[in-house]
């Protein structure tokens, strides 16, 4: 089966850092993504590991424990911009992704 | 990175009626995907779009409901037949480029659908 969990939703503080975890039981595994959706808006693509570790992109880090089923995204010097919600999806063999619920954020003043 | 353009962006339907979505890519993609997401809710697979064959549709969607086109590798279309209150979701188009194996996914604008 596919289970992918994410907290609901989150509030943090502008300037601060925010960890976003994500734990999935998937049939397959093809790299996990985080994507970005504002709010009436598509969602747009932030990070993708395929392999155990850290990624990190400017603002944004990524980490996948694929031992564990477990993921985080790492948001440093939070921005009002960055009130959106997070998706975590995982890339199947088919091609496809199955995605998470989604955490919304808020990122208060 | 692929441009999709999705049409309409909204429309307000009268239950039992149809609607057609559109999904143009600006480059030749294999990978076209259809989701639904549902008010709060994530994103739900609907069916994949293959060009030249029939779509292949996720548990829980069915043809009859949500026939989908594919005519070449640059487009395809969506119709949500007869439908209730409850299809009322956006729905977006996504595509995958060739090449390698894991690559992001990009995604239309959506199409925000309300059925009365």
């Known amino acids: 089966g596919q289970n992918i969990d994410q907290p609901t939703e989150m509030t943090a503080t502008e300037g601060a850092i925010v960890q976003i975890n994500c734990t999935y039981q998937t049939s397959g595994f093809n790299g996990l993504f985080w994507y970005q959706q504002h709010a009436g808006e598509a969602p747009t693509f932030l990070s993708y590991n395929v392999l155990d570790g850290l990624e990190e992109k400017g603002r944004f880090s990524s980490f996948l424990s694929r031992s564990k089923g477990y993921s985080y995204l790492l948001l440093k010097e939070l921005q009002m911009k960055d009130s959106a919600s997070y998706l975590c999806a995982v890339g199947d063999y088919g091609q496809n992704f199955v995605f998470g619920p989604g955490t919304r954020l808020s990122v208060l003043p | 990175s692929a441009v999709i353009s999705q049409k309409p962006s909204r429309d307000i339907c009268q239950r039992g009626t149809s609607l057609t979505i559109q999904c143009q890519v600006d480059?030749?993609?294999?990978?076209m995907f259809w989701y639904r997401q549902q008010p709060g809710q994530s994103l739900t697979l609907i069916a994949t779009a293959n060009q030249g064959s029939e779509a292949t549709y996720e548990s829980g969607f069915v043809i009859d409901k949500f026939p989908i086109s594919r005519p070449n590798l640059t487009f395809s279309t969506l119709t949500v037949s007869n439908m209730s209150p409850e299809d009322s979701s956006i729905y977006l188009c996504?595509?995958?480029?060739?090449?390698?194996?894991?690559?992001?996914?990009?995604f239309g604008q959506g199409t925000r659908l309300t059925v009365v």
């Open positions: 996504s595509v995958k480029e060739d090449g390698a194996m894991n690559t992001e996914a990009f």
């Open positions: 480059s030749q993609v294999t990978m």
